[in-house]
């Protein structure tokens, strides 16, 4: 069990806790997707995990139990090559460029300077911004910050060795992209989770989720509403419930779509 | 457009050494060059060349203009590295030991010193008595260390510039005040030093000084260096460094520590010398990028560069007179930082 989640709350005050009661158990090798409607408590879940937000309850990463875990603490520390986070704003406002960035992804390890270019080159172009090397990164457009940022977390794991067991999170990492990326990187997303990595990434769009997910986590007023794959998810009367929008369920040859 | 250590640093020594040299020559008193060197050479060695060379030169070229040449050097190197681990503290390119209030908490700390020695010194036993001549920039740092910790929590952790710039303007008016009142209370001698390092000169340099504010330099900076890596990674923002692995917490506390004591020292040698911190590193950053592996070395040796110009032009300006440097780093400074804002002011509305 790579990431276990046990009688997790999260409460900034007590009448309205940001997550109550919540129990989840990820896997390595899934691309895992946190669903649900605005302030359902997805983002904070996931900012829990990585160690922003205080909790109660139980976080165990890598078998290793966190009682108490803040980003803070030197435990974090003996992660950092197995455990990367993609924000979902980046408030660099340094003219590095969009290599120095992704490089920056590789400063936990010691690898020689040719090895460093010879793997930003690899995952810049991995992710399509191998163009953006030289260009200046406070000046990039949202989306391709974000395609920059992915490469840089890449990179970052790519510090472990193959078989070692890794965690990707991602904060809303389609939500500044054009269509043709947002697939992109979910493609990606999922080729990565092949490369024993468990990936959770948080979604706004129900039919992106169900097409690239293995597993969907939907959350609804900081409980979990339903937990599995694509078809059990896609119900029109679970999303009315949730959701409060009853939507309709299209079969488009092979996949189900909700419009 | 960025230019690579090649054509870089030889530009850079170049300037280091024109700049100096240009700095023992002028003044009240005029010196030729071949006179300056042959002076130095006496001063250092006095049986050489001893017939060839005035007495008064070489005692002016060695106890007056090469120590304040020196203490130029190292000052100005210790206000473009602290200005540049300040703005990656902050995220900031606005931040600025001068405009974050941190230069006025070590003038305050100074200055609490400076009027409170007399009494220190006839408390303290005669063990504590030999370090008299740290409690100056023992308490200039103390006085530095809290206001970059002050800025640094009321400008939520980096996050806002305005409430840093405003904290910055917060804390120079409690220390203003306090700076007041402790020249309200000060004797006559006090209230001349006082004056005199809101000023910021060069005027007063000493070899202890130098030697002082030199070490302080080399440690600091060594130090920072030395995390070159773990700075650039604070740039993408305090949980993205903790997620590459940085101990952010102990990285922010080595960072303010080391600044406040070489601002600290920085300070109780020559007073209220602003806006170097804030130009030099955005001048490197230009020229050679953010990354801190370079911007630490390149903004030290600038800020040497720069603080020794402004203080010929300051000698040479109003002479036989001088302006303190302070006010002139100033009257340069400050329209930059207004440029600045201007071109950053989208970020504020």
């Known amino acids: 069990m790579l990431l276990q989640v046990s009688q997790l709350e999260v409460a900034f005050s007590q009448a309205a806790p940001l997550l109550s009661q919540l129990n989840l158990q990820f896997n390595r090798s899934e691309l895992v997707v946190l669903l649900g409607p605005n302030g359902s408590g997805k983002t904070s879940l996931l900012r829990t995990l990585s160690g922003e937000l205080k909790f109660s309850g139980e976080i165990k990463i890598f078998g290793h139990t966190l009682a108490h875990w803040h980003r803070n603490e030197r435990s974090r520390l003996t992660f950092a090559r197995r455990f990367a986070v993609l924000p979902q704003h980046s408030s660099l406002s340094f003219a590095f460029n969009g290599a120095e960035v992704v490089q920056l992804g590789l400063a936990p390890g010691a690898l020689p300077r040719t090895e460093q270019q010879r793997r930003v080159r690899y995952f810049m172009q991995r992710t399509g911004v191998w163009h953006l090397r030289e260009r200046l990164f406070p000046g990039l457009s949202g989306g391709e910050k974000q395609r920059v940022q992915l490469a840089r977390v890449l990179a970052q794991l790519s510090l472990t060795k193959p078989e070692e067991e890794k965690i990707l999170l991602l904060d809303e990492p389609t939500s500044a992209l054009d269509l043709k990326y947002q697939h992109q990187v979910l493609q990606l997303s999922r080729e990565v989770a092949a490369e024993n990595t468990l990936v959770v990434a948080v979604l706004h769009d129900i039919n992106l989720a169900a097409r690239y997910a293995d597993r969907i986590v939907l959350l609804g007023q900081g409980r979990v509403q339903a937990d599995g794959n694509a078809t059990q998810l896609l119900n029109t009367d679970l999303i009315a419930q949730v959701y409060g929008y009853r939507g309709q369920l299209v079969d488009m040859g092979g996949y189900k779509a909700l419009l | ?349």
Request: charged share 10%; aromatic share 8%.
């Open chain 2, 1 to 349: 457009m960025r230019l690579h250590d090649k054509s870089l640093l030889p530009t850079l020594m170049a300037l280091l050494l024109l700049g100096s040299g240009v700095s023992l020559v002028v003044g009240a008193m005029s010196i030729g060059w071949k006179e300056a060197l042959m002076g130095l050479l006496h001063w250092q060695w006095p049986t050489l060349l001893a017939s060839e060379v005035e007495a008064q030169y070489a005692q002016v070229l060695g106890e007056v203009r090469l120590p304040r040449l020196l203490l130029g050097l190292s000052v100005g190197a210790t206000l473009g590295l602290c200005g540049a681990v300040m703005q990656g503290l902050f995220r900031n390119p606005l931040a600025d030991p001068a405009i974050i209030g941190v230069s006025s908490g070590a003038a305050f700390g100074a200055a609490l010193a400076l009027v409170f020695s007399g009494y220190f010194i006839s408390v303290a036993g005669l063990w504590l008595q030999s370090f008299s001549w740290a409690l100056l920039p023992l308490c200039a740092s103390v006085g530095a260390g809290f206001a970059t910790w002050l800025a640094y929590r009321l400008g939520n952790r980096g996050r806002s510039v305005v409430m840093m710039l405003l904290a910055g303007v917060a804390i120079t008016a409690v220390a203003g005040a306090g700076l007041g009142l402790l020249q309200y209370i000060a004797n006559d001698s006090a209230l001349r030093d006082i004056a005199m390092w809101q000023l910021g000169s060069l005027t007063g340099a000493s070899w202890s000084a130098v030697a002082l504010s030199t070490v302080v330099l080399f440690a600091a900076g060594g130090f920072l260096w030395r995390r070159h890596g773990e700075l650039n990674a604070l740039l993408l923002g305090e949980a993205e460094a903790s997620h590459l692995g940085v101990d952010t917490l102990r990285l922010k506390k080595l960072i303010i520590l080391l600044s406040a004591i070489a601002m600290g020292t920085a300070v109780s040698v020559a007073g209220l010398i602003g806006f170097v911190g804030l130009v030099v590193p955005h001048i490197v950053r230009l020229l050679r990028g953010p990354d801190h592996r370079f911007l630490l070395p390149y903004s030290a040796l600038t800020g040497a560069i720069l603080l020794v110009l402004a203080d010929i032009l300051a000698r040479i300006l109003v002479a036989p007179a001088e302006i303190p440097v302070g006010i002139l780093t100033a009257l340069l400074g400050a329209p930059f930082f207004i440029f600045l804002l201007h071109q950053q002011r989208r970020q504020f509305v």
